[in-house]
């Protein structure tokens, strides 16, 4: 699934007193959090000696995020920068010979990515494209001489688009579409920038933003597509092959599936398939035969909602990530089916890359730490730092983190992350902030990473909060059923689990029962918004990008009807009967319970959740004497991905806790 999940946060539209923290309490503050530098995308080269990664830090003068890539050499830890001068540098990827390193950038700032090329005997990079709407993704050929690329088409009426004639037949695009979506399709080039050719042609679209595969021989490129481009069609994906010689495109398997990626000899190919039809909910790894398509063996085993997978050397197996408790876990798929936790001590896996030699790069994160690049070598049982950009950190003092557990009334138990006041002392009683995830088919870890984890928390930690994100059925760490026990009761089931686990928080004679307070993005705002309308000792809220009408949601939604019927047991809401389903999980049908302070917060051209929703609930509340306020935020998309836009976001949201906590 690639629905973005990622949040982020600063100036108030009302005024915000941070008051001075306890000298003792050393805790993060916001213009600390400007100093976090991302590591992103790491790449081992095919021989196992050199990593590449992504290094992004924050221009906060020019409201960006400045990236380069950065080479570690594996033997003696020495680094050096190998983009200064390029914009918006992503996804770098090793030719399969060593001999230089793929990555998309911007030639100028603000223009399409192109495709560029640094041969690593040496001189600069060169850029191997110039694509009109910009190149998505990319797979190097086997003999590393020549990749292939994803571009979406130029609009056939650009000419006409220019003299204003530029109405748009709307299908099953959002409620903010001004201009048709243009198929992505695939073209070949060679290293030396020649003989570019494109490949594939029509109103079927390649998954843009995927990587296709070239065959061991190089006859053939397995990719991902859609029916159309339309985003909300991404349902409907598949791998297809391409033949080159003989241009025909073949479906490799019936079904929906995703994000193929070809094992080491070529023969079997790796896919994502969706358990109960809809990518929304538990997706599967499968092996299929790269000949017939025919399945070899899967990571049913694991019984987690797939997030990546990366072939082991001699395609004896798979790297296997995924959500498990309040951990990012990894799992060795083996080829007879078994799988195999890796337990790597207080440091979790994401973003693999493995090597010919079993070694693999990876995103490492802590409970304790920034994430930093990792190496594990192979057959060795503890992985080794490769990097120290947020060394800075560990002059703070931070909320300690830890999973705390609690029975749902499916007669489960249910597990979150329980963060704790910078100085906390035992035995006093201390305000909660319910910090709930989106998703909803998500889950929070212990890491300190993410908006949530590594910004939000531990600023409210720093101000004497306990803050507590629980994972509420739909949550993809404990499994298929705890999972798919959302569907059908898509506000109400969590909305129930997260009640319990106040519950079991309160027994625990660490919270102040007078100060508890919900808060959440997109599905957690959606939550806030349910639970307000259903509990009355809620202190205050926040409610970012909520779901608060789910007929809204179904109609003006870029992921709209697919979405609906994933949660909703393939029912829409254009009857009597099925708007009275969408109805009862909608928090708008509560608003004559809620007396609790709410702020609302936006992004105003948010295609996920439109800000209509926000509008609905705030006049709603507005008119009923209810306090409450709602700040908007001029950007587009679902949260604001600018430093100052997220920094704005997260001084609303701790300011008008601390408004109501006095």
């Not at 999940?5 to 008051?19: E, I, K, P």
């Not at 639970?531 to 870029?558: C, E, K, M, P």
Request: proline share 6%.
């Amino acid at each position: 699934m690639r629905l973005t999940r990622s949040l982020s946060g600063a100036v108030l539209a009302f005024a915000f007193a941070s008051g001075a923290l306890p000298a003792a309490a050393r805790g993060l503050d916001f213009e600390d959090l400007r100093k976090i530098v991302t590591v992103q995308t790491p790449s081992i080269a095919p021989d196992g000696t050199r990593i590449v990664y992504v290094r992004s830090a924050i221009d906060w003068k020019n409201d960006r995020r400045d990236t380069e890539l950065v080479l570690i050499d594996i033997r003696d830890g020495g680094s050096r920068v190998l983009t200064r001068d390029r914009i918006a540098v992503s996804d770098p990827r090793w030719a399969p010979d060593n001999s230089a390193i793929a990555y998309l950038a911007e030639p100028e700032r603000d223009k399409p990515p192109q495709l560029y090329v640094l041969p690593m005997n040496g001189g600069d990079s060169h850029k191997l494209t110039d694509a009109p709407s910009g190149v998505s993704g990319y797979g190097w050929r086997a003999d590393g001489k020549a990749l292939v690329y994803i571009a979406p088409n130029e609009a056939p009426n650009k000419k006409a688009i220019e003299k204003h004639l530029d109405s748009v037949v709307i299908t099953d695009e959002n409620y903010l579409t001004q201009k048709a979506t243009e198929p992505s399709h695939l073209w070949t080039i060679d290293v030396t920038g020649d003989r570019n050719t494109r490949l594939t042609d029509g109103t079927w679209s390649v998954m843009p933003g995927t990587q296709p595969s070239w065959s061991k021989d190089g006859t053939k490129i397995y990719y991902d597509r859609m029916p159309d481009a339309v985003f909300a069609h991404m349902v409907s994906q598949s791998t297809y092959v391409h033949d080159i010689a003989a241009k025909t495109d073949t479906r490799l398997t019936p079904g929906v599936n995703a994000d193929p990626v070809l094992s080491r000899d070529g023969t079997m190919i790796a896919v994502g398939v969706p358990r109960h039809a809809s990518i929304y909910l538990t997706n599967d790894m499968s092996v299929r035969s790269a000949l017939d398509g025919r399945e070899l063996f899967n990571g049913n085993a694991v019984d987690r909602s797939v997030h990546a997978y990366q072939w082991l050397p001699r395609d004896l197996g798979l790297l296997y990530e995924a959500s498990d408790g309040v951990r990012s876990g990894t799992w060795i798929v083996h080829r007879d089916g078994k799988a195999r936790r890796l337990q790597l001590g207080n440091v979790d896996m994401t973003q693999a890359s493995v090597a010919n030699d079993g070694g693999i790069a990876f995103i490492g994160q802590r409970p304790d730490h920034y994430a930093e690049i990792y190496y594990l070598a192979p057959a060795e049982p503890t992985p080794k730092a490769m990097t120290d950009e947020n060394k800075w950190v560990e002059s703070f003092d931070l909320g300690k983190a830890e999973a705390f557990t609690w029975k749902t009334d499916m007669g489960v138990d249910a597990t979150g992350v329980l963060t704790y006041p910078v100085g906390y002392v035992a035995g006093k009683k201390y305000p909660l902030v319910l910090d709930i995830h989106g998703g909803p088919v998500s889950t929070s870890t212990w890491n300190l990473s993410g908006i949530e984890g590594g910004s939000l928390d531990q600023l409210l930690a720093a101000r004497g909060f306990f803050i507590f994100r629980p994972n509420y059925r739909g949550s993809d760490d404990e499994g298929d059923a705890y999972l798919q026990a959302i569907v059908g009761h898509m506000a109400s089931g969590p909305g129930r689990d997260n009640l319990a686990s106040v519950d079991a928080l309160r027994k625990t004679g660490m919270i102040d029962d007078s100060r508890i307070f919900v808060s959440g993005w997109s599905g957690g705002g959606l939550q806030t918004s349910w639970l307000i309308g259903h509990a009355t000792f809620w202190r205050a809220a926040v409610s970012g990008a909520a779901v608060n009408d789910q007929y809204q949601q179904a109609v003006l939604s870029d992921i709209n009807e697919p979405f609906n019927q994933a949660f909703f047991n393939d029912t829409l809401p254009f009857t009597k009967d099925g708007r009275a389903a969408y109805d009862a999980e909608s928090p708008i049908t509560y608003v004559d319970r809620m007396h609790t302070p709410l702020l609302i917060l936006s992004d105003t051209r948010d295609q996920r959740v439109p800000v209509t929703q926000a509008f609905e609930l705030y006049q709603a509340l507005k008119q009923r004497n209810v306090p409450v306020r709602f700040t908007a935020f001029p950007r587009a998309g679902h949260f604001p991905t600018d430093p100052v836009g997220q920094e704005q976001v997260l001084r609303a949201w701790t300011g008008w806790i601390e408004q109501w906590n006095k």
